[in-house]
């Protein structure tokens, strides 16, 4: 399938998934009603609920599936590696210890906005360390070693956090925020994150060529002209600004951009600088519907975006292993 085929394609897919997440919900407003009241806002109640509740979920969630998506896909292509995903350089599990020990201080719920902030500047202490261990002249490899200490470690610390946590209250509103969710955001949890999401999309999709070239190794990528390091360094400041930002609004919300880029990739011809963009499409489409699902499935009940993504997202996986371990065969 060509990029003139897809890429239209996943955008209006994302469109009406759009629209969908601003008409589905528990106020029982017809899709008429709500439509006026978001557009010309007619109805001060309706307006509230599209305008402030609505509205910056909807958004919220198709940034952040873009950004895994798209974070996801550029980590795959650098690496070479299928498993690869946004999490493994350990901007996740770092942006959670600083948003766990924004509500274990407290400080959250002093400051308005200090649960993001504290996820973005454990995202940033993320960025920082990998790059002092990987070295500027580090090989993927080393790259990889580096996020999966970080991630260690800073898994350990939260666990740790929850561990003494003296509140058991403050251990199970950690809990629950680590599952991943977009209710309850605001318009001020969406322009916080924006800036960073686009800094990281901006440098992310700057690598198409880079990804192409790195197919044939590095060896060969060096020879055309691309500066490895320069890009190592565009993938992980862009990655971690990016999914740092998702994290520290919504929590970890994961398999997105492992299992999307695995879908697309056969419907770009496995071409990494075409994947990018599609797979930013794809996170977005599937962190959308899943949205709309935990609204449908269990109304009742809080169920969590990041339980129902990896849900969806772990047997799919599996599927597309034991696809491509009989297509070996």
Not at 27 to 38: F, H, Q, V
Not at 72 to 80: F, K, N, V
Not at 177 to 189: C, E, K, P, T
Not at 300 to 324: N, Q
Request: some cysteine; aromatic content about 4%.
């Amino acid at each position: 399938m060509t990029a003139r085929v897809l890429l239209p394609g996943l955008g209006l897919l994302v469109a009406v998934l759009f629209l969908a997440a601003l008409l589905v919900g528990p106020a029982g407003i017809g899709p008429g009603e709500s439509l006026a009241a978001l557009l010309t806002g007619r109805g001060e109640a309706v307006t509230l609920v599209m305008r402030e509740i609505r509205l910056p979920r909807a958004l919220l969630a198709a940034m952040i599936g873009a950004s895994l998506g798209l974070s996801g896909a550029a980590m795959q292509g650098y690496l070479r590696n299928p498993l690869a995903e946004p999490g493994l350089i350990g901007v996740t599990g770092s942006a959670a210890l600083g948003a766990v020990i924004a509500l274990q201080t407290g400080l959250a719920g002093a400051v308005a906005l200090a649960l993001p902030l504290a996820g973005l500047a454990g995202a940033g202490a993320a960025v920082a360390l990998i790059l002092l261990l990987a070295g500027p002249r580090g090989s993927a490899f080393t790259l990889i070693l580096a996020g999966i200490a970080i991630s260690a470690l800073a898994g350990a610390l939260t666990s740790l956090a929850l561990n003494l946590s003296p509140n058991p209250f403050a251990a199970m509103e950690t809990m629950f925020w680590m599952l991943g969710s977009v209710a309850d955001r605001s318009f001020r949890h969406v322009w916080l994150a924006l800036p960073f999401m686009a800094l990281g999309w901006a440098a992310l999709a700057t690598l198409g060529r880079g990804l192409d070239a790195l197919t044939l190794g590095e060896d060969a990528a060096a020879a055309l002209g691309i500066r490895l390091a320069r890009m190592r360094l565009l993938l992980v400041c862009g990655t971690a600004a990016s999914v740092g930002a998702a994290t520290a609004v919504a929590g970890a919300i994961g398999f997105v951009g492992l299992v999307v880029p695995h879908l697309l990739r056969p419907l770009v011809g496995a071409q990494p600088s075409r994947l990018l963009f599609a797979s930013a499409l794809g996170g977005a489409a599937m962190v959308l519907a899943a949205d709309i699902a935990v609204r449908v499935v269990v109304p009742e009940r809080d169920l969590k975006l990041g339980v129902l993504t990896a849900l969806v997202g772990a047997p799919l996986f599996l599927h597309l292993i034991y696809k491509t371990r009989r297509e070996g065969v």
